[in-house]
């Protein structure tokens, strides 16, 4: 039986952080009507007490609110909770205010004036990827070697082994986690750009592709201390991760 979409949310609870209480008020119910649970917050300091008290499926802020703005409060969620979706409500568009929202971990961006069903399928669209990340294992093995480092795809930890000893280890976070696999998948080979856009974060736009030049970002730093490793941006195609030595590396 195919669930409605009343269904597959209603047990998803919301946290809403908007300063123009009509505006909200008018989104709050909205979103209820489509079978979410939502608090709303009315200021940064008043979302982050509330995300304290309670358990969130997801977190929709705006960006320019007084007390607190948008961009500190997903910093003080993303150090509680560094894997919760986080969309950003805004009327800033510009280049360097979307790079900085990607930058703190947000998983959409949405500029204001919007239509709400666009909202909800967004959010709608974020939370069935989070249900199926926990099930989706492209890569069978449950430990990958990645010259210097493991990765351990269930738990999403990276680990660096100098021998035997483990120097290093790093916790993923999802979505770090899924793009490694992806890289792993196409390891010395090119991953398109497109693939890893729709499987992760579910299209290909403007806003996830500078999301995801951000994630790549991460990887390189997380694993810059093995110089054999490198991951190239391939211009109009995708990005290559290249071990160096490996058979296909051609290095």
């Not at 959010?123 to 351990?152: H, M, P, W």
Request: hydrophobic content about 35%.
């Amino acid at each position: 039986m195919i669930a409605t979409k009343q269904e597959q949310t209603t047990t998803s609870r919301i946290l809403l952080v908007e300063d123009d209480r009509n505006f909200g008020d008018v989104l709050r119910s909205y979103l209820e009507m489509h079978g979410f649970t939502v608090d709303l917050a009315v200021d940064g300091i008043d979302g982050f007490e509330q995300f304290r008290r309670a358990e969130y499926d997801i977190c929709i802020t705006d960006v320019m609110m007084p007390r607190k703005d948008g961009f500190s409060l997903a910093k003080d969620i993303r150090s509680k909770n560094p894997e919760i979706p986080i969309i950003f409500l805004t009327a800033k568009t510009l280049k360097e205010d979307v790079l900085e929202g990607f930058r703190i971990g947000a998983d959409d961006y949405v500029t204001k004036p919007f239509n709400s069903e666009e909202l909800l399928l967004r959010v709608n669209a974020i939370l069935r990827r989070t249900k199926k990340q926990s099930d989706e294992d492209e890569l069978e093995e449950d430990e990958i070697r990645i010259g210097k480092y493991y990765f351990n795809n269930p738990l999403r930890f990276l680990y660096l082994k100098e021998g035997a000893e483990i120097t290093e280890k790093i916790k993923l976070s999802p979505k770090e986690a899924l793009l490694l696999k992806l890289f792993c998948k196409y390891r010395n080979n090119v991953l398109p750009r497109s693939e890893a856009l729709t499987k992760i974060w579910g299209e290909d736009n403007y806003f996830t592709a500078r999301s995801m030049d951000v994630f790549v970002t991460k990887l390189r730093k997380y694993l810059a201390k093995d110089e054999t490793i490198e991951i190239t941006n391939i211009h109009g195609n995708g990005f290559r991760m290249i071990v160096r030595g490996e058979i296909g590396s051609e290095l």
